[in-house]
């Protein structure tokens, strides 16, 4: 099944949790160190490839000059971080730094491209908050039985908004959210609890453990989708849900005004190639993948919802408007963190030329006369009793 979005409620504000809050991290909490340099990766397209993937190169955009832009990257901040499945040591706060911006420390098989500095947990929030506007207002779609839900798994919980909110929603359930980056709150609700796992390897839950698992915006991240679901699948009890937000990254337009060249175009094309280069797809939606890896796992009733998410409030329909307002935003809040990672590590561009491209993609999110959407899509599937 598919629709549009729903009309938006006012969600909860993230940085409000209504539970009762946990004592904050002693002052004595280490403080974020940088290693002198990034972690391996592949070695950038070269210029051939590059053009053979319809990618234009740095000089077509530092050629065209915008107005410089004054951006302020923050600081890196931490909170409380609790872990079951690894031990805390000084390591994980050694941050890996690639063009001023620092990423989680050397784990697993991780890589995560999202920064996890303080201006990208600022943009986080947006992002949180636009999901839950497109979602209209609600933290899931699947039927949940709010008596039945005693155990949930938030999977890549990131700053850990949806956990906390989903805490105070269900009080009376033990909410884990996992992550590669301790960069969750101090003050968080008494049945939160955060944990270091990296979602690409096994998880460490014996069968049959959680009553809801979450997975949510993990574009970029998974290096196989299948084992993610069928993971997910053995840790759900039967009759439990699991639920997947996930989004496609092509920019499309219905009436032609993202054009073949412009920034918002190549934007999606960059992040494809990202996505085979790094072995991690930014192609989720147009791959289907998510009802593909529920259907593999074994996963039955499943439903999903496919949603337009507009950039900027140009839309005519009032809720698509203030989607697009919303998702705007967020992307804007940190549009250079967005593409450093990638832009860095598959095109080996220069902070410099990073730069000038974000300038334009602005130019163009702004830009009432374009009229740019993206997909995503909310799929959930029930375990067999």
């Known amino acids: 099944m598919s629709s549009s979005a729903q009309s938006p409620r006012s969600p909860k504000s993230p940085k409000s949790p209504t539970g009762k809050a946990t004592s904050p991290a002693p002052a ?16 950038p397209l070269s210029a051939e490839a590059q053009n053979a993937a319809g990618i234009l190169p740095a000089t077509h955009w530092t050629e065209q000059p915008l107005p410089e832009e004054d951006v302020n990257d923050g600081a890196s901040s931490l909170g409380s971080f609790n872990s079951t499945t690894a031990s805390i040591s000084s390591s ?3 941050y890996r730094e690639v063009h001023g911006r620092t990423y989680h420390a050397e784990m697993g098989r991780a890589e995560a491209w999202q920064p996890n500095d303080q201006r990208h947990l600022d943009a986080m929030e947006l992002v949180h908050h636009a999901v839950m506007v497109t979602l209209g207002g609600k933290l899931f779609s699947s039927p949940l039985e709010p008596k039945k839900v005693q155990k ?5 919980t990131g700053a850990g908004l949806w956990a906390i909110d989903f805490a105070d929603e269900f009080p009376n359930a033990e909410v884990i ?19 270091l796992e990296d979602c690409n390897q096994e998880w460490t839950w014996p069968e049959n453990t959680f009553d809801f698992v979450n997975l949510r915006l993990l574009v970029g991240i998974v290096d196989d989708w299948y084992a993610l679901f069928r993971n997910a699948y053995r840790v759900a009890k039967p009759g439990s849900y699991v639920e997947s937000y996930d989004t496609g990254c092509h920019m499309l337009s219905d009436d032609g005004t993202v054009k073949e060249g412009s920034a918002l175009e190549q934007w999606g094309k960059v992040f494809r190639e990202g996505g085979k280069k790094l072995g991690r797809t930014f192609t989720i939606y147009e791959e289907d993948l998510q009802r593909k ?47 450093n990672y990638i832009w860095n590590n598959v095109l080996g561009w220069t902070p410099d030329e990073a730069k000038a491209f974000t300038r334009h993609v602005r130019r163009d999110m702004n830009n009432p006369n374009i009229h740019g959407y993206i997909m995503a899509r909310v799929a959930w599937g029930r375990k067999p009793e």
């Open 177 to 195: 959210g996992t992550d590669v980056s301790p960069i969750q709150p101090s003050w968080v609700p008494p049945n939160v609890k955060f944990e």
């Open 293 to 339: 890896g529920m259907e593999a796992a074994g996963f039955v009733d499943i439903e999903f919802k496919d949603i337009k998410l507009p950039y900027g409030g140009w839309h005519s329909d009032k809720e698509l408007a203030e989607i697009g307002v919303w998702w705007k935003m967020a992307i804007e809040a940190d549009l250079e963190g967005y593409v």
């Open 152 to 156: 949930v798994l938030d999977v890549a």
């Open 28 to 43: 004595t909490s280490p403080a974020p160190a940088t290693s002198p340099a990034p972690a391996a990766a592949p070695a």
């Open 92 to 94: 994980i706060f050694h």
